[in-house]
């Protein structure tokens, strides 16, 4: 039995070759270079799990939280936190399961980025790979959009010269850039980065909401409507669903079989994060929160606000990164460049993916209800059903159960547990989450769009002043009024 087990290990580990020289440096530049360019340790893996779970969403978790009320806010957070780490569990066991069978029939992949929609075909067939494809690449778009509504929704609050729709072309520009990160393999430091960002930004809410104390007046009515219920609910389904990722993620380790409880462990860190700020956040301004869904609208500027923006807009930066780069592999694959040992050749084919995303985020501008829509929508097939019936159909034989690589866990009941948290996955999240939360969410995103309209030039922006009526005598007419945060919904 051990030595099965070495022979399994020693299979699974793999070579991972991307985009890179082979062979150890020679010089303290390139050691240097090595340092912060290549990872793949399972201390990366945590840091890219714990960056990209938690992004802007920390922003308008309060603005769930007003909806949901304080208790469902936290219940519905600790609940979907397990829930999306368990599907990140069963997702990195196909992962090591289709792997394993494929470098046993010496099938390599040095220069090739597995994907999830690969694991389904490998394991289950042309249709699930499909399905796969379509839900994830569908999520992943709308993921990038969202992380561009984020940075001009963000960078309003301390520059509002420009309006948010302008904001969006400067930053679907700048985000344009992550083209030339060639894979995740290559994010070590900018996910080190991204998580003290996050990390920065969820105490600065916290503590500045706790000093501000609360509002005149305030009140928590949540939760008052079924409609908000269900969409803050979806928004917490979403925050917990970053792991569309996850098969990326592991590939780039360089032992993908330690990624087991990494993504568990990463969302306990984002806990500590996300429960404290929200609770704040909401306990100083209750139902205001209803009409501003990012938690930077409602706090007082100061050189800690500022600095909490300018943080989390580099941080949706490498967010952008995260969510488009399984799409650029997509692209490369459909064209035939995925292979290309060129940086220049492959980033020039993958800039045609940054146009739709660019332009949706400039259709649909609306921060928070495009969360929940998204979670609703896609975010419950992709990380949460199809990963659960995945795992049940790829092992439903008992010879599949018998050679599988990894064995449930004791705790879980081995298979016939593991077969029943799966059936309450899938039918959870079906009724929940895509059911209630669809209709609420589709609902509560019509609204936003009857409201504000699409092309929206500043979503949620204070409304414009009306400039002084013109007098007869202008030695006696009143000064102008000013406001400095001039704008309007209307395009």
Request: proline content about 5%; hydrophobic content about 45%.
């Given at each position: 039995?051990?030595?099965?087990?070495?022979?399994?290990?020693?299979?699974?580990?793999?070579?991972?070759?991307?985009?890179?020289?082979?062979?150890?440096?020679?010089?303290?530049?390139?050691?240097?270079?090595?340092?912060?360019?290549?990872?793949?340790?399972?201390?990366?893996?945590?840091?890219?799990?714990?960056?990209?779970?938690?992004?802007?969403?920390?922003?308008?978790?309060?603005?769930?939280?007003?909806?949901?009320?304080?208790?469902?806010?936290?219940?519905?957070?600790?609940?979907?936190?397990?829930?999306?780490?368990?599907?990140?569990?069963?997702?990195?066991?196909?992962?090591?399961?289709?792997?394993?069978?494929?470098?046993?029939?010496?099938?390599?992949?040095?220069?090739?980025?597995?994907?999830?929609?690969?694991?389904?075909?490998?394991?289950?067939?042309?249709?699930?790979?499909?399905?796969?494809?379509?839900?994830?690449?569908?999520?992943?778009?709308?993921?990038?959009?969202?992380?561009?509504?984020?940075?001009?929704?963000?960078?309003?609050?301390?520059?509002?010269?420009?309006?948010?729709?302008?904001?969006?072309?400067?930053?679907?520009?700048?985000?344009?850039?992550?083209?030339?990160?060639?894979?995740?393999?290559?994010?070590?430091?900018?996910?080190?980065?991204?998580?003290?960002?996050?990390?920065?930004?969820?105490?600065?809410?916290?503590?500045?909401?706790?000093?501000?104390?609360?509002?005149?007046?305030?009140?928590?009515?949540?939760?008052?409507?079924?409609?908000?219920?269900?969409?803050?609910?979806?928004?917490?389904?979403?925050?917990?669903?970053?792991?569309?990722?996850?098969?990326?993620?592991?590939?780039?380790?360089?032992?993908?079989?330690?990624?087991?409880?990494?993504?568990?462990?990463?969302?306990?860190?984002?806990?500590?994060?996300?429960?404290?700020?929200?609770?704040?956040?909401?306990?100083?301004?209750?139902?205001?929160?209803?009409?501003?869904?990012?938690?930077?609208?409602?706090?007082?500027?100061?050189?800690?606000?500022?600095?909490?923006?300018?943080?989390?807009?580099?941080?949706?930066?490498?967010?952008?990164?995260?969510?488009?780069?399984?799409?650029?592999?997509?692209?490369?694959?459909?064209?035939?460049?995925?292979?290309?040992?060129?940086?220049?050749?492959?980033?020039?084919?993958?800039?045609?993916?940054?146009?739709?995303?660019?332009?949706?985020?400039?259709?649909?501008?609306?921060?928070?209800?495009?969360?929940?829509?998204?979670?609703?929508?896609?975010?419950?097939?992709?990380?949460?059903?199809?990963?659960?019936?995945?795992?049940?159909?790829?092992?439903?034989?008992?010879?599949?159960?018998?050679?599988?690589?990894?064995?449930?866990?004791?705790?879980?009941?081995?298979?016939?547990?593991?077969?029943?948290?799966?059936?309450?996955?899938?039918?959870?999240?079906?009724?929940?989450?895509?059911?209630?939360?669809?209709?609420?969410?589709?609902?509560?995103?019509?609204?936003q769009i009857n409201t504000f309209g699409l092309f929206t030039k500043c979503y949620q922006c204070p409304p414009t002043m009306p400039p002084p009526l013109p007098h007869l005598n202008a030695t006696a007419a009143p000064p102008?009024?000013?406001?400095?945060?001039?704008?309007?919904?209307?395009?």
């Amino acid at each position: 039995m051990a030595t099965s087990d070495k022979v399994v290990e020693t299979v699974i580990v793999g070579n991972y070759v991307e985009m890179e020289t082979e062979g150890k440096p020679n010089d303290m530049k390139a050691r240097f270079s090595k340092f912060l360019w290549h990872g793949g340790s399972a201390y990366d893996a945590w840091f890219s799990c714990a960056s990209n779970q938690v992004a802007q969403v920390l922003l308008t978790l309060p603005y769930s939280f007003s909806q949901l009320g304080m208790l469902s806010g936290i219940c519905f957070q600790l609940f979907y936190g397990l829930l999306g780490s368990w599907t990140a569990y069963l997702i990195s066991v196909l992962y090591v399961e289709y792997r394993t069978r494929k470098e046993r029939e010496k099938v390599e992949f040095r220069n090739h980025v597995i994907q999830w929609f690969e694991v389904l075909d490998g394991l289950l067939g042309k249709y699930w790979r499909n399905v796969g494809l379509a839900f994830n690449c569908t999520f992943l778009l709308f993921g990038s959009v969202i992380q561009l509504i984020a940075c001009a929704s963000n960078i309003y609050y301390i520059n509002d010269n420009l309006d948010k729709r302008t904001w969006t072309y400067i930053f679907g520009a700048c985000c344009a850039t992550t083209v030339f990160i060639p894979s995740f393999h290559n994010y070590r430091m900018w996910s080190f980065l991204g998580l003290v960002m996050t990390t920065y930004t969820a105490w600065y809410l916290t503590i500045a909401s706790l000093l501000h104390g609360q509002v005149e007046g305030v009140k928590h009515s949540g939760p008052a409507k079924i409609v908000l219920y269900f969409t803050g609910a979806t928004n917490i389904l979403y925050t917990f669903g970053g792991h569309a990722v996850t098969v990326e993620i592991m590939h780039a380790m360089w032992k993908p079989q330690k990624f087991k409880a990494i993504y568990l462990l990463a969302t306990l860190y984002v806990l500590t994060l996300t429960l404290p700020s929200a609770a704040a956040v909401y306990w100083a301004f209750g139902d205001m929160l209803l009409n501003h869904s990012n938690a930077f609208a409602l706090l007082p500027r100061s050189p800690s606000r500022d600095m909490a923006v300018i943080l989390m807009l580099i941080h949706q930066f490498i967010t952008f990164g995260f969510a488009c780069t399984p799409l650029y592999f997509v692209w490369e694959k459909a064209i035939g460049m995925h292979e290309c040992k060129s940086l220049c050749k492959r980033a020039a084919a993958r800039l045609p993916v940054v146009i739709p995303i660019w332009f949706l985020a400039i259709i649909f501008p609306f921060f928070g209800p495009i969360n929940s829509t998204v979670g609703s929508l896609l975010v419950s097939f992709t990380v949460y059903i199809i990963p659960a019936l995945a795992h049940m159909f790829t092992f439903k034989s008992s010879a599949a159960r018998e050679n599988a690589v990894e064995q449930p866990p004791k705790f879980m009941g081995r298979w016939v547990g593991t077969y029943m948290m799966n059936s309450f996955v899938v039918v959870w999240v079906l009724i929940v989450g895509f059911g209630f939360g669809g209709w609420a969410s589709v609902t509560n995103f019509v609204h936003q769009i009857n409201t504000f309209g699409l092309f929206t030039k500043c979503y949620q922006c204070p409304p414009t002043m009306p400039p002084p009526l013109p007098h007869l005598n202008a030695t006696a007419a009143p000064p102008p009024l000013h406001h400095p945060l001039n704008h309007t919904h209307s395009p």
